[in-house]
């Protein structure tokens, strides 16, 4: 292996260019760091007591038979469609679908209505209104056979700060093609060097 570089020249090329080595891991693990994110969002919840029984509504769909889990999933298919899109849109100043989840209390009649985004505002409207909305416009909850209460509004006091930060992965990967370069340019300067 007098043309290439074997284990022993592996071994002699860090023992030799240990501090270019260690000085691309300090400059890779800094460039990560400096280009780590952190952000933060906030979760808005309201939840609501469904008594009285259930009852489908006006197209057959599940809300019979006192299924709580069907029940649910079938205010969280109500949710996503553009009927009840444009109706939060008419009230709220911005509001996306996807990030409105609509969770049973472990197959209890509590059901939480949550928003996550980075508007605290805006979140706790949201909820509200979908609130609102499910209750009053599309299952119309309010019948002799089934009630939906409020039992907790959206406020911007209960809403849980969320922080999310990749400056973790950030260093470490940066620290990983700092390791990888300094080896690289350490390898090629061997070579060169011993081809003279």
Do not use: P
């Amino acid at each position: 292996m007098d043309n290439g570089i074997g284990f022993q020249s592996v071994w002699t090329v860090v023992k030799k260019y240990w501090w270019v080595i260690a000085i691309t891991i300090i400059i890779g693990g800094g460039f990560g760091f400096l280009t780590a994110k952190t952000s933060v969002s906030y979760e808005s919840v309201a939840k609501v007591y469904v008594d009285k029984g259930f009852v489908e509504d006006k197209n057959g769909n599940g809300l019979n038979d006192g299924d709580n889990d069907r029940f649910w999933q079938s205010i969280n298919a109500v949710a996503r469609t553009n009927k009840f899109k444009q109706q939060m849109l008419d009230k709220v100043d911005s509001f996306n679908g996807e990030q409105l989840t609509i969770d049973s209390n472990n197959g209890t009649n509590v059901i939480a209505v949550k928003y996550a985004s980075d508007d605290v505002t805006n979140n706790v409207k949201v909820v509200n209104q979908a609130t609102k909305l499910i209750k009053k416009d599309f299952l119309k909850l309010n019948t002799k056979n089934t009630k939906m209460t409020v039992i907790d509004k959206a406020t911007k006091k209960t809403s849980q700060t969320i922080n999310f930060s990749n400056k973790k992965t950030n260093v470490v990967m940066g620290v990983i093609y700092g390791l990888i370069v300094g080896f690289i340019v350490s390898a090629l300067h061997f070579i060169l060097t011993r081809k003279k």
